[in-house]
């Protein structure tokens, strides 16, 4: 999946989509996009005045009228080719993911307990299949029995492996990945062809794509701008009449083709289908393209603070020594209490104090004393008598305090500023004497807080969800950067917050992987399960992150922007490109007879007929040019809406006004060269 | 500076000052705010009672419209049959005829739609009782219409969500009683002060130096002048309009009629941006409007002024601009002004023949019309620019990357559906409308009805195709002045014509208000750095392009072989 190739068009993708290109052809097809179909018939037309001009010579010439034909008959091919080469490279990117789970075998455990060979295509949602280490899982489902370390690399590249376990929020495995140790019963959860990816692969395909929202109301717009033209052109035909001036069929149709927006007409599915694939370039399956494209209006972003804000666990910032006491001292204890602990904050110690010195060793026959509930402490009693234990503040101070030693003052200052900040002080003792204190703080990812600012400035608010204490919670949201906290929360917090801000009318975006947070995925505008999350969650999502990357969010809401601003500024372009195909087509039209008009021929194209295919040719080659900018999609920049908009309006809609004068008069001087 | 330029500039700097306090009153009455006029609240509630009529029962945009059409459609029943049969009802001194039924139909529909297209003429086709109790009184309740309509548009966006579009009946008879009907007084006595009629008897005579008996028409014009104006209805008294002595005597009535046509147009405008507390808004849509009235407004001075270079060729010195079809009372600048400003707003009066003026001023006057919304009619223009706004919304909208918005309400298929189709309208109508005509006159010139079609035109080529198209925009414009020259009092031109007025009257109505409906009942979204603000410079530059774009593409080939055409010819 990682190692993808981002080239843009390979040849074997060419070469289907050259062949698609053709097959959609067929009318029944084309009729779900009007403008290119207008272009069709109009295509049918040309094909009927060629034949006729052949032996005729009132419409013009027989070569003329064929060019003609053939440039019509391109213009929709390559619309049909655009589409079908997005098509072909999402199909491309679903067909790496589907490999992963061609033909495995699967060993069904029956009811009675006997397990049953099985190829993994025949089985069926509700079926019970067992796997052990070094088998690759069949398809997917939910752990209901037993742990695994599992390798997922096939879908995630990813080469550390995960641990999956029946009962939590990590029960769900994936066809195609492997596992790597112990042995797991897997109920199977879809039936085949239904599993989130088969949808995916559907909807790239075409088969069950539906339009979104904003290309419904996108293709209204552009199929009443076709209308449009439809009457400029029709009534063209008496005007000229009264003028007598003679039209020819060819003039007409070529004069229509260049005026309906066939640049965004043609490129239109293009750009939906290359917005799922980017999606799933970012190994993030979406259940429909409406997903992505909500996921460009999102206001709020829901963000787990672990994983997502912070990087996995606290860790040791520092060592504060109590006053009568050598640092070094307070280090060399806290090592040697830490060297047995496993747990990562344990490992966080030692990892500090190894920048500062050579770490110690624990003698020979020391005794590592555990953490419990009850002690809330840990540590260790060494043979030569010595007793270290570090813990909470009030535990330890209890064990001074015990012992008859004072707790000293500036020990205690101390642990409150770290309470504050938002850390953890673990005080350390030495033979019930006070040493210091170690600072534990949440360690925020770098460069999160500049992604926050990237948020900010598109408009998405983000908050961040953590089980800390409000105070904690306060301080990492401020150092984060995030625009608001929910501390202590509760899954249904999450629930209650969503809502809230839905109902002053704001999407909101959330990502979550437990079965509690199934409701909460249902209720946001976007929910993003991550694929090591129980089923639960990932049916009530509308994405999946292959990743299990909880930053995906942020790269989600880009893709979801980026789709309707190329639709936008493509549209644009499209429409503000007719301004020189008119002077182009209409002096031609008009010209020779009545010679005053020549004064709008602004352009100085060398006859009608040239004027004419130029506009014509050049109105073919915008559409492939443009595809790989359909394809890729227009850069978005949070620079606010109206910023954006100034920028998007000079490049797409001036640029458009001027660049067809530029590429008529360029043809033009090639095609009267030939003639 | 020469005196012509600083009359328009007075008149446009009185116009401002008049039109901007105006628009904050107009906020504030339709809000139901206090104003120093609410002591005619006893008139209105005794109009209520007898009408049965709840004032403050609110209405969704369905009922609103549904009031709206069943009264206008009481007007067009009520309006056909006087028209009929004026000949043998009270208050014709001169005895003049009743109107036939395609001319009634014509007529009827022409005021109803606050067109005004007068296929007859004043002085013969009209009694005292139909000026009075049709025209006039259509002038008031069809501007009226108009007002109310476009406050049900302000109203969606005042709140944040609602179905409430305001009362029809309450925000119809408000704008007259608090509105028209106070500036039709003080309008129509400066004109009578200024020599404009205002008397019941029939025609005058008088003996001319030759020794002619001439008889002058005259009869209680001030009144319906006023209203024609403030209203922006544009259907005068008198068959040659505002040129005439009696309608316009002076510069000072030519100034009081051009400024009392522009101030409530502008002033709605304003009243938009106060009324829905976003005044910038207001001031945005003012800003492009103006921009545009400027950029159509000064070639056509220019052209004017500059004289006819055929004449030119001729030898003959042209220093006070091109004078044809002119009033030399008023002047080849102020002529210019007022021909700009009474085709952007859709009056349609004019104070000088338009079918004299230059090929290129024909064209900006056709352009003027086809846009229909730099200020615009009464109530309607800002309804035409709506439309524009919304298609403006949709595509900046996508190229900001958000579903597109508009105050915080989501543009939608449905919105966008009713949006394209009402822009798809105007062309569809103007277009077929010539399109037909001049099929008609090319492929039977010579069928058998009481006027050839061979007839129709005065000035066949470039001209007469400009004549046609002229009727049909401005028909579908509902401005209703005309290129003369034009055989248009007869059974084609007033059935045609009239399917034109009452379609691209209508629907442009319906069309915003269904869309301002639709988008109020959405969920209020709130504004975010990500949002798309409309009361930006950007985004009125935006719409501004979306007009251009959207008009040029729909008429260049229609305008390159009228005016154009005629215009380059003129000058080879």
Known sequence: ?675 | MNTELLGIIASFAITLLIAIPLGRYLAKMYAGEKTWLDFLKPIETGLFKLGGIKPNEPMNWKQFLKAMITINILWLVYGFFVLIYQDKLPLNPDGNAGQTADTAFNTIISFVVNCNLQHYSGETGATYLTQHFIFMFLHFVSAATGMACAVAVFKAFRDKTTTDMGNFWNLFVKSITRLLLPLSIVVSLILTFNGTPSSYAGKDKFISLQGDTVNVSRGPAAQMIAIKHLGTNGGGWFGANSAHPLENPNYLTNMTEIIAQCIIPIAMVIAFGYFIRRKKLGWVIFGVMTVGVFMLMIPTISSELGGNPLIAKMGVSQLTGAMEGKEVRFGPTATAYWSTLTTVISTGSVNGMHDSTMALTGLWQLLAMMINSFYGGCGVGVLNYFIYLIIAVFISGLMVGRTPEFLGHKVEAREVKIAALITLLSPFLIMSGAALSSYIFMAHPNIDWAVKPSTWLNNPGYHGFSEMLYEYTSSNANNGSGFEGLGDGNIFWNVTTGIVMILGRFLPIIGPVAIAGLLAQKKYIPESAGTLKTDTLTFGVMTFAVIIVLNALSYFPALALGPLAEHFSMLK
């Open chain 1, 1 to 675: 999946m990682k190692n993808q190739s981002n080239k843009l068009f390979e040849s074997a993708q060419v070469q289907t989509a050259l062949k698609e290109s053709f097959i959609k052809l067929d009318p029944r097809k084309m009729i779900r996009n009007p403008v290119m179909f207008t272009v069709e018939i109009g295509t049918l037309v040309m094909l009927v005045v060629s034949i006729y001009s052949f032996s005729h010579r009132d419409q013009g010439s027989f070569a003329y009228n064929v060019a003609i034909f053939a440039i019509l008959l391109l213009t929709v091919l390559f619309a049909n080719f655009a589409e079908a080469i997005a098509e072909a490279r999402g199909k491309a990117q679903a067909d790496s993911l589907r490999k992963t789970r061609e033909e495995t075998p699967a060993k069904v455990l029956l009811q009675d307990g006997t397990v049953v060979m099985k190829s993994s295509s025949e089985l069926r949602k509700g079926d019970v299949f067992t796997c052990e280490t070094g088998d690759t899982i069949p398809t997917d489902g939910e752990i209901i029995k037993g742990i695994a370390t599992i390798d997922e690399s096939a879908i995630t590249g990813e080469s550390a492996p995960v641990i999956r376990e029946a009962g939590g929020d990590k029960s769900s495995v994936t066809g195609g990945t492997k596992v790597l140790s112990d042995e797991i019963n897997v109920l199977v959860t879809t039936q085949p062809g239904e599993s989130f990816l088969d949808k995916m692969i559907a909807l790239v395909e075409g088969a069950s794509r539906q339009k979104t929202p904003n290309e419904i109301a996108l293709t209204i717009l552009l199929a009443s701008f076709t209308l449009i033209f439809v009457i400029v052109c029709v009534t063209l035909q008496p005007f000229a009449n009264y003028a007598n001036t003679p039209i020819t069929i060819a003039a007409l149709i070529s004069l229509f083709v260049c005026l309906i927006p066939t640049t965004i007409g043609g490129l239109l599915s293009a750009i939906g289908i290359a917005g799922m694939d980017r999606a799933l370039r970012a190994n993030v399956i979406t259940k429909s393209g409406k997903a992505v494209e909500t996921a460009g209006d999102i206001d709020v972003l829901l963000l787990d603070k672990t994983g997502t804000i912070t990087i996995g666990n606290r860790k040791a910032t520092h060592f504060w020594p109590a006053l009568d006491i050598l640092p070094d001292d307070l280090i060399t204890a806290c090592v040697l209490s830490s060297l047995a602990d496993e747990t990562p904050e344990g490992k966080s110690i030692v990892e500090l104090a190894a920048s500062h010195f050579a770490l110690p060793v624990a003698p020979a026959g020391s005794e590592s004393v555990k953490f419990t509930a009850e002690t809330r402490s840990s540590g260790i009693n060494t043979p030569d008598g010595l007793r270290v234990r570090k813990g909470a503040f009030d535990s330890i101070r209890n064990i001074a305090l015990k012992a008859g030693n004072p707790f000293p003052e500036e020990v205690e200052d101390r642990v409150k500023v770290i309470a504050s900040n938002g850390g953890t002080p673990l005080v350390v003792s030495q033979n019930e004497k006070i040493l210091g204190v170690i600072e534990l703080q949440d360690i925020i990812k770098t460069g999160i807080s500049e992604r926050f600012e990237r948020l900010r400035k598109m408009g998405v608010k983000t908050v961040m969800v953590t089980g800390d204490n409000p105070l904690t919670a306060k301080f990492i949201a401020e150092k984060a950067g995030v625009d608001d906290y929910i501390a202590e929360a509760k899954p249904e917090d999450k629930m209650n917050y969503i809502k809230a801000e839905q109902n002053i009318g704001k999407l909101v975006a959330m990502m979550g992987d437990g079965t509690n947070d199934a409701p909460a995925l249902a209720q946001a505008d976007v929910g993003v399960a991550m694929n090591s999350g129980t089923q639960a969650a990932k049916e009530a999502g509308n994405m999946v992150d292959l990743d299990n990357d909880p930053t995906k969010l942020i790269e989600i809401v880009e893709i979801g922007k980026q789709l309707l601003i190329t639709r936008g500024t493509l549209t644009t372009f499209s429409i503000a490109n007719d301004v020189a195909k008119y002077f182009a087509i209409v002096p031609a039209l008009f010209m020779a007879s009545i010679p005053a008009l020549q004064s709008i021929n602004i352009m100085h194209l060398h006859s009608p007929e040239s004027a004419i295919l130029s506009a014509v040719i050049f109105n073919a080659i915008i559409i492939p040019m443009l595809i790989p900018l359909a394809l890729r999609g227009v850069e978005y920049k949070p620079i606010g809406a109206s910023a954006l908009l100034r920028r998007n309006l000079l490049i797409y809609g001036v640029g458009g006004v001027i660049a067809p004068f530029i590429g008529i008069k360029l043809i033009d001087l090639a095609v009267a060269f030939m003639l």
